[in-house]
């Protein structure tokens, strides 16, 4: 089992920056692929990018390619995702997730946070 805990949400301008942070516990919560989602109001959720186990591959979405980067720090067992050039339509819910044997882009993960607000304005 591992347990996934989200912060770092808020209300941002567009144009600024924000870091998630996606704390990990389990005892093999250090072995498993973490991946942010994100769920805007009356959209599916969508995939955002996505870290392997190792660190050693990182997966974006074509929408934050370039704006966004996800990073894992092993001596805190955190995930992180740095957004900049925050726009409008970067609002949503952002989910953090975890599974083993590889990223994938779909929602098929075995392990998922409570989600975390991030709201830009104009």
């Known amino acids: 089992q591992v347990l996934l805990v989200e912060s770092g949400g808020g209300m941002v301008q567009a144009g600024g920056s924000l870091r998630l942070s996606c704390a990990a516990s389990?005892?093999?919560?250090?072995?498993?692929?973490i991946s942010w989602f994100r769920q805007a109001p009356g959209k599916e959720r969508e995939f955002v990018a996505g870290?392997?186990?190792?660190?050693?591959?990182?997966y974006y979405a074509d929408s934050v390619k370039g704006r966004f980067t996800i990073s894992r720090d092993y001596a805190k067992n955190t995930a992180y995702l740095q957004m900049t050039i925050l726009s409008l339509e970067d609002t949503a819910v952002y989910y953090c997730?975890?599974?083993?044997?590889?990223?994938?882009?779909?929602?098929?993960?075995?392990?998922w946070g409570q989600g975390t607000q991030v709201t830009v304005s104009s």
């Open positions: 389990g005892r093999t919560s250090g072995s498993v692929d």
């Open positions: 997730a975890a599974k083993y044997l590889g990223v994938v882009r779909t929602a098929q993960y075995d392990f």
């Open positions: 870290i392997s186990a190792s660190g050693g591959r990182t």
